[in-house]
């Protein structure tokens, strides 16, 4: 199909498209693993984010489920995409760090200020001492850092530990990342946590593919937020004879898989509870079709918070307490409910309850408006 007879996607029609990808149109029946990698990982700078983000998606979901793939390493947390924590299975680990590691270096030497303070620095004796410190146990980042230190005193220990965190592939261990669990992350590396090495492809291409599947019909500049890399547009052009074309309300080429779910828009999207920082809400440059202009600076911000949809929309965002035995689920709406929607919304809600305050004896929810 030439460029200029590509169909219209209007954003209700793209809104359904992803939620399908995502589960949130209808639950898969998929297990924890199967479903985080149809997500490719998910957003975890929140440590028990994930719980919430598959619980949304899966039929059937407790949080042992979770919790036993990262003790028994078949999933782990680290820096990928956008060199954000993200939830990736032990496969995926392998598979996709190598494909952003450039990412990492580009953005630790000019996305962050401590690039500068790293100049003339031997970077590969300094990843090679980190490396030494880890043999013996895991270590925060930041004590890295100041390790490191002792051994250049003329450095910064904090552009040291940065240094670690973005140029080897550290994992976070248990208990970060166990439900119920707090504690520092304690890092070490990918290859020693998993007992493998690293893949050594380095090419983009399926990892974009495999991006299509779970949020497309997307643009390039869509895959570049998402991914954090840069100059893709050749990437997708030969990748042409693969994809279908779209475009968008205001002309921009989308593209996706040709055997990709495209739901009629009229298909109807039931409320999802969806965790802080889910990727639903960051993978796109252009996101009316999740997210409407004018509740934006409700969501987006130095912390993103749970949000909840509503006809496939953000449209509040919750906070689950627990005070001794009382659970309560408080949830903000940005515009007000009909009466069905509320219905659906409290019955989800506590469903999502019965997850996060598994022992609580009372448990409510509330739905207010916004402060």
Known sequence: MAKGDAAMLDRRSRNRALLARQGLLQRWKATAAEAIERLVGMQSQSPTAGYVGLWSRLERFELEDLAGLIRDRKAVRIALMRSTIHLVTARDCRALRP??????ERLLMTGTPYGKALAGLDLEAVVAAGRRMLVDQPRTVEEMGRLLQKQWPGRDAKSLS????????????????????????????AEAWLRQPL?????????????????????????????????LQPV???LRPKLVTFHDESGRELFDLPDAPRPDP?????????????????????????????????????????????????????????????????????????????AAVTEEGERLLQLVAEGAKSREVRIEAVA
């Not at 240094?163 to 992350?185: D, H, K, S, Y």
């Not at 779970?214 to 998402?226: K, T, Y």
């Not at 509740?295 to 949000?307: D, I």
Request: proline share 10%.
């Open 266 to 342: 009229d298909v109807p999207a039931p409320p999802r509870f969806l965790p802080e920082y889910d990727n639903l809400l960051l993978s796109h440059a252009e996101r009316e079709h999740v997210i409407a202009e004018q509740y934006r600076s409700l969501v987006y911000g130095n912390f993103m918070p749970p949000v909840l949809l509503v006809d496939g929309l953000v449209r509040g965002r919750w906070k689950a307490t627990q005070a001794r035995s009382a659970a309560v689920l408080r949830i903000e709406m940005f515009e007000p409910l009909s009466k069905p929607q509320a």
């Open 236 to 238: 997708v052009d030969a």
């Open 162 to 189: 940065y240094a670690m965190r973005n140029l080897l592939p550290l994992v976070q261990v248990p208990p970060r990342g166990l439900w119920g669990i707090g504690g520092l992350p304690l890092c070490t590396t």
């Open 99 to 104: 494909v952003l590691q450039a990412l990492q």
């Open 199 to 231: 893949g050594t492809d380095t090419a983009p291409e399926p990892m974009l593919l495999r991006y299509l599947a779970a949020f497309g019909p997307a643009s390039v500049q869509d895959m570049q937020i998402w991914s954090g890399l840069t100059r």
